[in-house]
């Protein structure tokens, strides 16, 4: 569609186009928390009204990260629809979603190619309810049985043989009732079961963790991290 190839879920949407990923389009659209509010926003858009089907969305583009976005920002090499960041991201969401993982139910997946590079947009249900585990932790102590579920979220994932790239407390999402969700999956895959890769994951976690109470704004210590591993320990019995 006009230079645009658009991957989305039939039953959550008639009719993509790439006017759903325009930003201009919404532009009075709320930004998500933790954004400044300029072109790397992420925006809470509303989707057309279906019946039965959930109407708040989320709306991203790519950006890069590190020395290299500040050159490129958001273009990315094109090497084949399928290994498009937003492509990939959908795929993966969607088959997490099927299998009962906490994770976003994925909506449309954009892609705009121009000659050797691209950019992307993703589109995901908002999840109702939700806020990062950082921006809990910062309102009070979580109990030992709070920090147990973050354990057992992770195990859950693990053992679908789902690696996060970049799981930290602002990824973990958690409800009033501390139910626990994990977002943005751009990088993420699955892979195969090996120890390795999962005590990556659960030291990339705490490196998160042990960075946001460093200023003794958040209560974690190694009580707090034991119950994440009893937690982890103890599977999806846990959670």
Known sequence: AGGSVILYDA?????????LFDRAAWAGAPVAPGYSGGRGATLF????????APRQWVLRHYHRGGVVGRLLDDQFLFLGLERTRSF?????????AARGL???RPVAAHVRRRGLTYTADLVT??????EPLSTRLARGPLPATGWARVGACVRRFHDAGVWH??????????TAAGELWLLDFDRGRRRADAPGW????LARLHRSFAKISADGGVAFGRDEWQAVEAGYRAGASAA
């Open 11 to 19: 039953s959550l949407l008639d009719h993509a186009t790439p006017a």
């Open 45 to 52: 858009i509303d989707g057309p009204a279906r019946a039965g």
């Open 102 to 104: 906490p994770v976003p």
């Open 165 to 174: 790239a970049d799981l930290t407390a602002h990824n973990l999402q958690v």
């Open 198 to 201: 999962r005590q990556q994951n």
């Open 125 to 130: 249900v908002l999840i109702p309810g939700v």
């Open 88 to 96: 990939r991201e959908w795929r993966l969401l969607a088959w997490m």
